[in-house]
């Protein structure tokens, strides 16, 4: 049965997922260049009924690497180029602090997780969350969502250190080679 049947919604990873990542920071709009496929991915998610959010951590404020409006900027231009394909994301949440900072948002903690739930008015339990990290799948798996991991990013990395250091929520992962695969895994072809 596919993910709009269900009432399914999205809570998709940003860095890794959507976008290129860098060890480095993704700072400016010109930076931010999306993975190929992952915008017709949102907007197929999107076209389907699927409600879809992004929850990113986003260190690099705290850290003084760019500022939160550049964060609004690459924001909009996710946006803008999902609309382009006739799809929507609903909303988006980021935490700004580093890991020092010891804050509820920043994933592996399931704030940003619960802060979309609240602003979509939807369970967390009905929500797939898509990631490319420990941090995003322990984020989900504690706010008892679907788990799916992309091999994109730090994906396979990610897969070979749950791997051989196996969690309680590591079998129940649904695996994928990149959103694109997700979507099409979850809508069963698009």
């Given at each position: 049965?596919?993910?709009?049947?269900?009432g399914?919604w999205?809570?998709?990873?940003r860095?890794g997922?959507?976008?290129r990542?860098s060890?480095?920071?993704?700072?400016?709009v010109?930076?931010?260049r999306?993975?190929?496929?992952?915008?017709?991915?949102?907007?197929?998610l999107?076209?389907?009924?699927?409600?879809v959010?992004?929850a990113?951590n986003?260190?690099?404020?705290?850290r003084?690497?760019?500022?939160?409006?550049?964060?609004?900027?690459?924001?909009?231009?996710?946006r803008?180029?999902?609309?382009?394909?006739?799809?929507?994301?609903?909303e988006?949440a980021?935490?700004?602090?580093?890991?020092?900072?010891?804050?509820?948002?920043?994933?592996?903690?399931?704030?940003?997780?619960?802060r979309?739930?609240r602003?979509?008015?939807?369970?967390?339990?009905?929500a797939?969350l898509?990631?490319?990290?420990?941090r995003d799948?322990?984020?989900?798996?504690d706010?008892?969502c679907?788990?799916?991991l992309v091999?994109?990013g730090?994906?396979?990395?990610?897969?070979q250190?749950l791997?051989?250091k196996?969690t309680?929520?590591?079998?129940?992962?649904n695996?994928?080679?990149?959103?694109?695969?997700?979507?099409?895994?979850?809508?069963?072809?698009?």
């Amino acid at each position: 049965m596919s993910a709009a049947r269900t009432g399914k919604w999205v809570i998709v990873d940003r860095d890794g997922v959507i976008n290129r990542d860098s060890d480095d920071y993704i700072r400016s709009v010109s930076q931010w260049r999306p993975i190929d496929g992952s915008i017709e991915a949102l907007a197929a998610l999107s076209r389907a009924g699927i409600v879809v959010t992004v929850a990113t951590n986003q260190s690099g404020i705290g850290r003084g690497f760019f500022s939160r409006d550049t964060v609004y900027r690459m924001h909009r231009k996710l946006r803008r180029l999902v609309a382009q394909q006739g799809g929507r994301v609903n909303e988006i949440a980021f935490c700004p602090h580093t890991p020092d900072d010891d804050c509820v948002c920043r994933k592996p903690r399931t704030g940003l997780l619960r802060r979309l739930s609240r602003r979509v008015e939807r369970p967390l339990s009905e929500a797939v969350l898509i990631g490319d990290s420990a941090r995003d799948l322990q984020a989900g798996a504690d706010a008892g969502c679907e788990l799916w991991l992309v091999a994109t990013g730090n994906g396979v990395h990610t897969a070979q250190e749950l791997g051989h250091k196996p969690t309680a929520w590591w079998p129940r992962v649904n695996h994928a080679t990149d959103l694109a695969d997700a979507a099409k895994q979850l809508l069963g072809g698009y």
